[in-house]
C-alpha cells in the first residue's frame, strides 16, 4: 500500500541582523573622527620639529593652541566669531528662502524654466569673489552688502535641489491628490514638500557649507571686523599662528552647521529608515 510521505515542516527562524546597532555605529563614526585628527596633529607636530620650520611659516601645534587660548581670553576670537556667524545665518535665510520660493514655482512652470534658466545658469559663469567688490561699491549698507553676498553663494545650488525635489514627487500620488480634490496648498504641504524633504536638505547641507565660504569672501572684500578680516589681518602682519586660529574657527563652524543639519536630516527622515 502507497503511503504519502509527510513532508518535513519548515520553520523559519529570523536571523539578526548583520548590521551594527545604529548606536553602536554612531559610538564607532564618534570615535574615528577624534582619533583621525589626533593622527593629523601628530602628524603636523613632527613635521614642524623635523623640518625646524620657522612660526610664520608653519607654526607647530603648541603654538597655535596658545594663540587660540589668547585671543579667545581677550574676547577678540568671539567678537570677530559672532559677526561672521550673523553675516551665515542671515545669508543662509535670505539665499534659501528665496532659492525655495522661486524653485517651487520653476520646478511647476517649464515655460518659466526656460526664460530664467539662461540668466540664472549665466550669473553662475560670474565668480563670486569678482562680484562682491561691486556689490560693495552699489550697496552702501556694508552689513547688507556681505549678507547679500553669503545669499548668493549658495542660491544657485539651493534653487536646484528644490526643482529637483519638487519634480521628484510621483505623478500617480499627484492624480490621486487630485481626485481627493485637493487644493493646491494641501498638495503642497502634505505630498511635495514631505516627497521632497530628502533632496532640500541634501541641498542644504551644501548650503551650509558655501555660507561659510560666501562670509569669508564677503569680508575679504572690504571689511574691519569678522574671521575673515581676521585672517587678513593676520596674513598682512605675518601672524601665522592667528591665521591657523581663524581658520580653524571657519572649519569647526562649518562643521558644526553641517552636523546640525544631518541631526535635523536624522529627525525628520526617520520615517524612512526600515526598522
Known amino acids: 500500500m502507497w503511503t504519502a510521505k509527510r513532508m518535513p515542516e519548515i520553520t523559519s527562524h529570523a536571523s539578526p541582523s548583520p548590521s551594527k546597532p545604529w548606536s553602536r555605529r554612531l559610538k564607532l563614526e564618534w570615535l574615528l573622527a577624534p582619533l583621525v585628527l589626533t593622527i593629523a596633529i601628530l602628524f603636523w607636530d613632527a613635521l614642524v620639529r ?8 608653519l607654526p607647530a601645534p603648541a603654538v597655535v593652541a596658545r594663540k587660540f587660548l ?118 503642497l504641504t502634505k505630498l511635495e514638500i514631505p516627497a521632497a524633504m530628502p533632496v532640500l536638505l541634501g541641498g542644504l547641507k551644501i548650503g551650509v557649507t558655501l555660507a561659510v565660504i560666501g562670509a569669508v569672501v564677503a569680508e575679504f572684500v572690504g571689511a574691519d571686523r569678522g574671521l575673515g578680516y581676521l585672517i587678513n589681518l593676520a596674513r598682512g602682519i605675518m601672524d601665522t599662528p592667528l591665521l591657523f ?17 544631518s541631526l535635523l536630516e536624522h529627525k525628520v527622515l526617520a520615517w524612512q529608515r526600515i526598522q
Do not use: C
Open 50 to 57: 623635523w623640518q625646524q620650520y620657522p612660526a610664520f611659516i
Open 70 to 187: 589668547a585671543v579667545a581670553a581677550d574676547g577678540s576670537l568671539w567678537y570677530h566669531t559672532q559677526l561672521t556667524l550673523l553675516e551665515i545665518f542671515a545669508g543662509m535665510w535670505l539665499g534659501l528662502g528665496s532659492a525655495l520660493v522661486l524653485g517651487y514655482f520653476l520646478a511647476k512652470s517649464r515655460k518659466l524654466e526656460r526664460l530664467l534658466s539662461p540668466y540664472l545658469v549665466a550669473s553662475q559663469a560670474v565668480p563670486i569673489i569678482a562680484l562682491a567688490p561691486l556689490l560693495v561699491i552699489w550697496i552702501q549698507s556694508p552689513g547688507l552688502s556681505k549678507v547679500l553676498i553669503v545669499a548668493l553663494t549658495i542660491f544657485f545650488a539651493a534653487l536646484i535641489n528644490t526643482i529637483v525635489g519638487i519634480r521628484s514627487v510621483q505623478p500617480d500620488l499627484l492624480a490621486l491628490m487630485h481626485s481627493l480634490q485637493a487644493t493646491r496648498w494641501q498638495i
Open 245 to 261: 586660529v581663524a581658520l580653524a574657527t571657519l572649519v569647526i563652524i562649518a562643521v558644526l552647521l553641517y552636523a546640525a543639519v
